[in-house]
T-cell receptor, first 112, second 114 residues
């Protein structure tokens, strides 16, 4: 069973469009991270959200942590080809020493 | 400058022929991880080291072993690679083991098994 479900699995959009991807679980997480992975490279951390209801902005990217800390969303405004990549969410089950659990990711392609 | 370095970037091996993947870090982080990532799948944690303390995931096959001779280096040994072991292998580090810590990934080694 997949602890973190990401949707959609694939997304192809035109440059300039807006999009939202989701990361959902039935479990509560103490924190949740979003990573972007480009082809042939390792994932790079974009943001960490810790507090239920928290919203963080990173230029055109807006991240939200659900009030119950079971889900998160990533919204991209005016997508650009440079946003193309695999977006992974990763959750920490407890505040202890448990390694992160990763979702399968959303593969985004932004066409110029 | 790369902080987590994996070598080689691409590795081709034969079915059953042992192979070693290497990872080094300049961050002096306590924790080093090995993940396996297959196409369209989540990175799957194989094991991690907290300093010299080795932690094996329950479903990691015995075919996979790891060594961490010092803080900077960590190796992944695949004793008898099968076709199903073809994947991207990612090394990562973090300062602490807690979930809020940031993971720093290397660029990965893409393993092909012929």
């Amino acid at each position: 069973t997949q602890l973190l479900e990401q949707s959609p699995q694939f997304l192809s959009i035109q440059e300039g469009e807006n999009l939202t991807v989701y990361c959902n679980s039935s479990s509560v997480f103490s924190s949740l991270q979003w990573y972007r992975q480009e082809p042939g490279e390792g994932p790079v951390l974009l943001v960490t959200v810790v507090t239920g209801g928290e919203v963080k902005k990173l230029k055109r990217l807006t991240f939200q942590f659900g009030d119950a800390r079971k889900d998160s969303s990533l919204h991209i405004t005016a997508a650009q080809p440079g946003d193309t990549g695999l977006y992974l969410c990763a959750g920490a089950r407890t505040s202890g020493n448990t390694p992160l659990v990763f979702g399968k990711g959303t593969r985004l392609s932004v066409i110029a | 400058d790369a902080m987590v370095i994996q070598n080689p970037r691409y590795q081709v091996t034969q079915f059953g022929k042992p192979v070693t993947l290497s990872c080094s870090q300049t961050l002096n982080h306590n924790v080093m991880y090995w993940y396996q990532q297959k196409s369209s799948q989540a990175p799957k944690l194989l094991f991690h080291y907290y300093d010299k303390d080795f932690n094996n995931e329950a479903d990691t096959p015995d075919n996979f072993q790891s060594r961490r001779p010092n803080t900077s280096f960590c190796f992944l040994d695949i004793r008898s690679p099968g076709l199903g072991d073809a994947a991207m292998y990612l090394c990562a580090t973090s300062r602490s083991r807690g979930g809020i810590g940031k993971l720093f990934f290397g660029s990965g080694t893409q393993l092909s098994v012929l």
